[in-house]
C-alpha cells in the first residue's frame, strides 16, 4: 500500500500531509463513518517511519493499532478510544496491551 501510495502522491512527505488532513476531516465525522481509519492511518505511518512527535489523534478512535516498538513521545492522544490496540508499557497507570 505505501508503495502504491508513493507512486500516486510521489514523496513521503506528501503521504504524511495527506494523511493529516485525513486525520483533521475524521474530527467532524459521525462515530459510524470513522471505524478504522484513524488507527489505519497511525499504522501506515508507523510503517513509514515517521516522527509522530507533535501529532494530534485526540478524539478519534484508534482501532487495532501496534504500537509496541513505536514512540509516542509528544503524540496528543487525549480521550481517544484504543479499541484493540497494543502498547508495549503501560498507559496512564493501567496497562492497556490487549488483543
Known amino acids: 500500500m505505501i508503495d502504491e501510495l508513493l507512486t500516486?502522491?510521489?514523496s513521503?512527505?506528501?503521504?504524511?500531509?495527506?494523511?493529516?488532513?485525513?486525520?483533521e476531516s475524521l474530527r467532524n465525522a459521525t462515530p459510524l463513518e470513522v471505524g478504522y481509519t484513524a488507527g489505519n492511518i497511525l499504522n501506515l505511518l508507523c510503517h513509514l517511519g515517521t516522527d509522530l512527535t507533535g501529532y494530534n489523534f485526540s478524539h478519534l478512535t484508534v482501532w487495532q493499532a501496534d504500537l509496541r516498538c513505536v514512540k509516542l513521545h509528544g503524540v496528543n492522544?487525549?480521550?481517544a478510544n484504543f479499541d484493540k490496540s497494543v502498547f508495549a508499557e503501560?498507559?496512564?497507570?493501567?496497562?492497556i496491551?490487549?488483543?
Not at 513521503?12 to 486525520?23: A, G, M, R, S, T
Not at 503501560?90 to 496497562?95: L, Q, R
Open 8 to 10: 500516486i502522491l510521489k
Open 12 to 23: 513521503q512527505k506528501n503521504i504524511e500531509d495527506q494523511l493529516v488532513q485525513i486525520l
Open 77 to 79: 492522544f487525549s480521550h
Open 90 to 95: 503501560t498507559f496512564g497507570g493501567i496497562f
Open 97 to 99: 496491551s490487549h488483543f
